[in-house]
């Protein structure tokens, strides 16, 4: 198949027109006469389906070209691009966002990753021509599948019989190609498969749709290769090379889903702010109330922490390798946990109306129920925190930089630093000008820490409202840094314990603190970014998980960030980093 794309004009403005259009085409989601306003998708959620209005819209706007390289004829050249972009679909229906849009990304980049030529141009054109795909990566042991089952590939001629089933995969009935990981005789691989919607998909039984709590418009069941006509694939990369493969692909995946998961909390933030300025004077839920006000501060700085935290794990792709696998881990454990500590303090805010099924604020008890589930999979939560452990035993060997310089956390004078020009890069949410992406670089083991190891540097830049904030994550840097050096001096063979999840914790937290002071640190010259107060709020959110006695959240930059919220209520913008305008009637 041929596919003619014109060539894909990487620049800031770019990017910002290519959303703005999606944006334009979806319109304003709080509209009832909106064929895809809010309504309609709780109607496709209770029917569990995804609008097909909205998959119609995807097919025109081409939203399965996000995932294609630029060498292949599609857009994708940036990961951090690509989360902005899906923030769009996600900000209106999480399921909508999985299901037609991040399920085949999680599979296509298995094939970009280790795929020969033709099983490239051949998942390129499947994509291009709006057709899906589905994966099932394997289960790590500290997974969290939903069953664990496993597949089996025998060689047979020029590829691989399947055989097997597993249970649960999003878009397995509507997919034309599989990713697969399946037991080969030389160990765990790879393979490129048709899928049930292809006509060499035969051989592949559908399982019952198992009915899920949150995105129930994504059709998830299980695949069985027990057929008359043995489903055969092909591999991708090495036989044996399954395992290796995953590696590198998890930083790729676990950032960029997460990062695209922003734009339901900015519909559950944007809802109940609706709500809250409804309320009479005397409501406590209304703007009259403290208690509103603070929750809405905070969830309008938690927001602004975690896409800080996103911005740092999708670029680190491009700028810092051998440290995404890393970073990628811990947005995967930590995005969900705020997010859902953010969605419970909303609710107390909107009470019974958190949970009303129709009427203007129903899309929030929906985006409640999304938001977990996309914190699931085989590299959820449990097997990120095992990355941060493993990091965690490495950190000893890496030192600590001498007098908090502003060298790598190695001490190496060569590695990137706060102030050099590599990893300001990292920070910079409209700087597009980064290396490619070098996805067999993200498996390697990282021998630096460049994100503490600017921390230290940073916050001697923070004065002002930033600097008590920036003086508790010093402080608990520390404390991190003498908890490593007894966690890698326990006997030889002893497991590293309770202790290390609670140090995993420490460290995920100071990660995006370092992120956000970074991204301050590296600010434009202009605009909300520009300013202290943001960081100082956010920053205050970070260091009272870390020691919920250290430090009071600063009432002007608080009073600042109320005020920029409800300006970017009523000029319809979104509240991450970008504040990008939002589609209107």
């Not at 229906?93 to 999680?106: P, R, V």
Request: glycine residues 12%.
């Amino acid at each position: 198949m041929t596919t003619v794309v014109d060539p894909v004009d990487s620049s800031e403005v770019a990017v910002q027109e290519r959303i703005a259009r999606l944006e334009h085409d979806f319109g304003d989601l709080d509209d009832p006469g909106n064929p895809l306003g809010a309504q309609q998708f709780l109607a496709a959620d209770e029917r569990q389906r995804l609008l097909p209005t909205a998959e119609r819209l995807l097919d025109a706007f081409g939203l399965n070209a996000e995932f294609v390289p630029i060498g292949l004829g599609g857009r994708l050249g940036r990961l951090d691009v690509l989360a902005r972009v899906l923030r769009v679909v996600f900000r209106r229906d999480a399921a909508l966002g999985l299901g037609y849009g991040l399920t085949s990304y999680l599979a296509a980049v298995g094939v970009w990753t280790a795929g020969t030529p033709s099983q490239r141009q051949e998942t390129a054109g499947l994509l291009l021509a709006h057709g899906r795909m589905a994966c099932a990566y394997p289960e790590p042991p500290q997974g969290n599948d939903f069953l664990r089952n496993r597949l089996t590939a025998v060689p047979d001629g020029a590829g691989y019989r399947l055989g097997g089933r597993k249970e649960a995969l999003n878009n397995g009935a509507r997919a034309g190609a599989l990713v697969l990981f399946a037991d080969t005789p030389d160990g765990l691989s790879a393979l490129l498969a048709p899928g049930p919607a292809h006509p060499d998909g035969a051989g592949i039984r559908l399982l019952p749709r198992r009915p899920t709590t949150g995105v129930r418009g994504c059709a998830v069941q299980g695949l069985a290769f027990d057929g008359p006509r043995p489903a055969s694939g092909r591999l991708l990369g090495p036989a044996g090379g399954g395992t290796r493969l995953a590696e590198h692909v998890f930083p790729l995946t676990r950032s960029a889903g997460l990062s695209m998961t922003l734009g339901c909390a900015d519909t559950a933030l944007r809802t109940t702010t609706a709500f809250a300025r409804s309320r009479r004077r005397r409501s406590l839920a209304s703007l009259h109330s403290s208690r509103t006000r603070t929750a809405l501060v905070n969830a309008f700085a938690d927001l602004l922490v975690c896409d800080c935290l996103a911005l740092v794990a999708t670029r680190a792709t491009h700028v810092l390798p051998r440290e995404s696998r890393t970073l990628g881990a811990v947005a995967k454990y930590l995005l969900p946990m705020v997010l859902t500590e953010t969605m419970d303090d909303l609710s107390i805010v909107l009470g019974s109306e958190a949970y009303a099924t129709s009427g203007s604020y129903a899309i929030f008890q929906k985006t409640a129920r999304d938001l977990p589930m996309l914190g699931l999979g085989s590299a959820g939560a449990s097997a990120s925190r095992a990355v941060l452990v493993a990091q965690l035993l490495r950190l000893p060997a890496f030192g600590t930089p001498p007098d908090g310089g502003a060298t790598g956390a190695g001490g190496d004078p060569d590695a990137p630093c706060a102030t050099g020009d590599g990893l300001a890069r990292l920070f910079r949410p409209f700087d597009a000008a980064l290396p490619p992406c070098e996805v067999w670089e993200n498996g390697l083991p990282a021998d630096r820490d460049s994100l503490l190891g600017s921390l230290e540097e940073s916050a001697r830049h923070a004065g002002g409202p930033l600097a008590e904030a920036a003086g508790v994550l010093v402080e608990q840097l520390g404390v991190l840094r003498d908890g490593c050096a007894e966690l890698a001096a326990r006997p030889v063979g002893q497991p590293p314990g309770p202790r290390a999840f609670a140090l995993a914790d420490r460290y995920a937290l100071l990660v995006a603190g370092a992120a956000c002071l970074g991204v301050w640190r590296h600010r434009p010259s202009g605009g909300f970014l520009a300013g202290p107060d943001w960081a100082a709020t956010a920053l205050t959110r970070v260091a009272g998980r870390l020691d919920r006695a250290a430090v009071r959240m600063p009432e002007a930059p608080a009073d600042h960030l109320l005020t920029e919220l409800l300006h970017r209520f009523d000029d319809a913008r979104s509240y991450d980093l970008y504040a990008t305008a939002l589609g209107r009637s």
